[in-house]
């Protein structure tokens, strides 16, 4: 009798012990294997940042760049952590932001670092934009920009501004001093961008209309499980206009099955290497081949030539995207 308790009990001692071993070792395997993926995706995402931030010495002010200790990562969903905003992302908001730094970076070129809240990113859905607005003889004017600054940097995000001199906004922008306070409307503009939704993106950039297109493509990069492929055409007047340019070529560089830049410029140095001239029907053609979405930044004359040119080739409305 006592035997066959002891039998009873050890047999099933012994398969609730297998079971437990067993069951261990699926939650280790996939725990493992889980962190293991995380880990890629991080190291990914830092690999990026610090790259371009390496690019970047003497073009931009490093720190502009350089993970600090409050920025995660370069804007991967996978990596970010949530943001305090997170769950007003789509919903608009007014806000006052100061000015903390503010540098040359080119004759017509400067960089604005404007203050958040200390654990505070401003945490743009990819492909939205902010705007900011004043009064300009009684009227208000507002205009669209696109921060350079990686969505979850914490406590600050950064404009990078061309100012034109006949500009209303880019002059008021040019005029504020450390300390003042801009008026912000933040998330602004109905483009959301989808990893995987298309296939091969064609991007079409002239002059400052090329911060919409950084932050997409950085998202794309950031994102191991992103296989989309992006090809950039990017127009400037002169050489010295192109902006970010050592961050774009560090992506391409980084990201060569995924990311193909082609710049042109219309008053080319006898130096020049790339393309020249504006952006036509046939340069789309040869240089991008066919794309199943083309999005467009750049100054009004810009983006009607640009739209001419896509209907020209027999692109749909639907697949053209003018930020
Ligand atoms: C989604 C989006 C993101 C943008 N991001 C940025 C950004 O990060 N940085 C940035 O500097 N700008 C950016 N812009 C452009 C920005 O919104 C303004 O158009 C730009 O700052 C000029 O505004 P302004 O009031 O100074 O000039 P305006 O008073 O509107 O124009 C005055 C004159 O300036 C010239 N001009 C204006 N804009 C351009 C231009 N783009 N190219 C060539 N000449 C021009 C023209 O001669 C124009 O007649 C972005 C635009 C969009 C739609």
């Given at each position: 009798?006592?035997?066959?308790?002891?039998?009873?009990?050890?047999?099933?001692?012994?398969?609730?012990?297998?079971?437990?071993?067993?069951?261990?070792?699926?939650?280790?395997?996939?725990?493992?294997?889980?962190?293991?993926?995380?880990?890629?995706?991080?190291?990914?995402?830092?690999?990026?940042?610090?790259?371009?931030?390496?690019?970047?010495?003497?073009?931009?002010?490093?720190?502009?760049?350089?993970?600090?200790?409050?920025?995660?990562?370069?804007?991967?969903?996978?990596?970010?952590?949530?943001?305090?905003?997170?769950?007003?992302?789509?919903?608009?908001?007014?806000?006052?932001?100061?000015?903390?730094?503010?540098?040359?970076?080119?004759?017509?070129?400067?960089?604005?670092?404007?203050?958040?809240?200390?654990?505070?990113?401003?945490?743009?859905?990819?492909?939205?934009?902010?705007?900011?607005?004043?009064?300009?003889?009684?009227?208000?004017?507002?205009?669209?920009?696109?921060?350079?600054?990686?969505?979850?940097?914490?406590?600050?995000?950064?404009?990078?501004?061309?100012?034109?001199?006949?500009?209303?906004?880019?002059?008021?922008?040019?005029?504020?001093?450390?300390?003042?306070?801009?008026?912000?409307?933040?998330?602004?503009?109905s483009f959301?961008?989808?990893?995987?939704e298309w296939k091969h993106i064609a991007m079409l950039a002239g002059g400052?209309g090329?911060?919409p297109m950084?932050?997409?493509?950085?998202?794309?990069?950031?994102?191991?499980?992103?296989?989309?492929?992006v090809t950039l055409i990017y127009s400037?007047?002169?050489?010295?206009?192109?902006?970010?340019?050592?961050?774009?070529?560090?992506?391409?560089?980084?990201?060569?099955?995924?990311?193909?830049?082609v710049?042109t410029?219309?008053?080319?140095?006898?130096?020049?290497?790339?393309l020249?001239g504006r952006i036509t029907a046939s340069t789309i053609q040869e240089t991008i081949g066919k794309a199943d979405k083309v999005l467009i930044c750049g100054p009004v004359g810009f983006n009607k030539a640009m739209i001419e040119n896509l209907e020209g080739l027999g692109y749909s409305e639907e697949m053209i995207y003018k930020f």
């Open positions: 009798m006592a035997s066959i308790l002891i039998d009873q009990f050890t047999g099933r001692t012994l398969l609730g012990s297998a079971l437990v071993i067993v069951a261990t070792t699926v939650c280790i395997y996939f725990f493992l294997g889980r962190s293991k993926a995380k880990k890629d995706t991080a190291n990914r995402a830092t690999k990026n940042s610090n790259e371009e931030g390496k690019k970047l010495k003497g073009k931009l002010p490093v720190e502009s760049f350089e993970k600090s200790e409050t920025e995660v990562g370069t804007g991967s969903q996978s990596v970010a952590p949530l943001s305090v905003n997170q769950a007003q992302m789509n919903q608009k908001y007014h806000r006052t932001f100061k000015l903390i730094k503010k540098d040359q970076i080119s004759h017509n070129v400067q960089l604005f670092r404007f203050e958040l809240p200390q654990e505070e990113c401003l945490d743009l859905p990819i492909g939205r934009h902010l705007k900011v607005s004043t009064t300009i003889d009684q009227k208000q004017v507002s205009r669209s920009y696109t921060p350079i600054s990686l969505p979850t940097a914490r406590g600050y995000f950064e404009l990078l501004i061309k100012v034109y001199e006949k500009g209303q906004m880019s002059r008021f922008m040019h005029s504020l001093k450390v300390g003042d306070t801009a008026q912000v409307l933040c998330p602004v503009g959301t961008y989808v990893p995987n400052s090329i911060t950084l932050q997409v493509i950085r998202a794309i990069t950031a994102n191991p499980e992103d296989h989309t492929r400037n007047h002169t050489e010295e206009d192109i902006l970010l340019k050592d961050v774009l070529d560090n992506l391409a560089e980084s990201f060569p099955q995924q990311v193909r830049i710049y410029v219309s008053e080319p140095s006898p130096q020049w290497k790339g020249t």
